[in-house]
């Protein structure tokens, strides 16, 4: 059985930090295009941000931008996202997701998803 499974997320204030992980499990996902994404109450999904299978290349939205970055380390078939200076705005449901995408880039779906992890970012 294919599994992502998100952690780190939690309480922090404005301006303060953390780490997301996302561990794969029940397959190899070395060869995989890994994202973020995150829903805040009442809003839709949104991409956060994403990496190539050989962490050659990645992808940012622009709200993040210069204050995330996304990682992996396909050895131990995790990535990661730190996330700096956050704002009460990044407050939102984080989830990981992977998928083949095919050579296409940026990945224009993703068929596997982690249950999410809560960000909560107080002012």
């Known amino acids: 059985q294919v599994q992502l499974v998100e952690s780190g997320g939690g309480l922090v204030q404005a301006g303060g930090s953390l780490r997301l992980s996302c561990a794969a499990s029940?397959?190899?996902?070395?060869?995989?295009?890994k994202g973020w994404f995150r829903q805040a109450p009442g809003k839709e999904r949104e991409f956060v941000a994403a990496?190539?299978?050989?962490?050659?290349?990645?992808d940012y939205a622009d709200s993040v931008k210069g204050r995330f970055t996304i990682s992996r380390d396909n050895a131990k078939n995790m990535v990661y996202l730190q996330m700096n200076s956050l704002k009460p705005e990044d407050t939102a449901v984080y989830y990981c997701?992977?998928?083949?995408?095919?050579?296409?880039?940026?990945?224009?779906?993703?068929?596997?998803w982690g249950q999410g992890t809560q960000v909560t970012v107080s002012s």
């Open positions: 997701a992977a998928d083949y995408c095919y050579g296409e880039w940026p990945c224009p779906r993703y068929n596997y």
């Open positions: 029940g397959r190899t996902f070395s060869d995989y295009v």
């Open positions: 990496i190539s299978w050989s962490g050659g290349s990645t």
